[in-house]
């Protein structure tokens, strides 16, 4: 299957300290997108991350993708209680395999101490 | 900054009667989705709708789902006969202009069928 699966499954932290959450996928993707979800809300897009590139910042996170491994990392520094939550990773899969549809993993879910 | 919307945000229906999910996309945007999350599983794909046609669906959307949009704004999923598995989060989500862009998820209908 295409789903991306994060790893690990369950992560817990003091406030201060950098959480890195990992995605594997399984067949080439176009673009590989990184969401987080509060527990029973929505979802939150974080970043998107193309097949062309290698990292990406957006203030306290940094996304880097491996196509070679097929692997993505998402890092939160400087984590807060309030970034407690699920991290799920998304993809898609190359233009002219589907018309945009994601493919999601299980996620991560953090917890960060105060 | 422009958000998709969801209404109602929680909806109890009894097994066999027939509901209708609301979404508003964001709006210029051009490609929309549905999805939906079991309680503790994974977010899966329900179906893609772009020019005013379904453009792929996956094997949960069967002969109960339809999606409409009625009309410039509203994008909805009919489920004819609810059943008790149809019981999850609902997700509504829309891209722009291009497939590969940033996918805008709602913040969800709870549906839960009795």
């Known amino acids: 299957s295409q789903q991306g699966e994060e790893d690990p499954q369950a992560l817990s932290i003091q406030e201060g300290e950098n959480a890195t959450m990992n995605c594997s996928y399984k067949t080439s993707i176009n673009n590989l997108q990184w969401y987080r979800q509060n527990s029973g809300r929505g979802l939150v897009h974080l970043i998107l991350i193309r097949s062309n590139e290698r990292e990406k910042h957006s203030g306290r996170l940094r996304v880097t993708l491996d196509t070679s491994k097929k692997s993505s990392s998402l890092l939160i520094t400087a984590s807060r209680a309030a970034d407690t939550a699920s991290y799920f990773c998304?993809?898609?899969?190359?233009?002219?395999?589907?018309?945009?549809?994601?493919?999601f993993g299980r996620g991560t879910q953090l917890t960060v101490w105060p | 900054e422009p958000e998709v919307t969801q209404t109602p945000s929680h909806q109890v229906t009894q097994m066999g009667q027939e509901v209708i999910l609301r979404c508003v996309p964001i709006?210029?945007?051009?490609?929309f989705y549905w999805y939906r999350q079991i309680l503790g599983q994974k977010v899966e794909f329900l179906v893609s709708?772009?020019?005013?046609?379904?453009?792929?669906k996956s094997e949960i959307f069967d002969d109960q789902f339809s999606v409409e949009r009625p009309d410039g704004s509203n994008f909805t999923l009919k489920i004819r006969s609810t059943k008790l598995e149809d019981s999850a989060m609902y997700f509504c989500?829309?891209?722009?202009?291009?497939?590969?862009?940033?996918?805008?998820f709602g913040p969800g209908t709870r549906l839960t069928v009795l």
């Open positions: 998304a993809t898609d899969k190359d233009r002219g395999s589907t018309l945009g549809r994601l493919y």
């Open positions: 989500a829309s891209t722009g202009g291009q497939l590969g862009d940033t996918q805008y």
């Open positions: 709708f772009y020019n005013n046609e379904i453009s792929e």
């Open positions: 709006s210029n945007h051009l490609y």
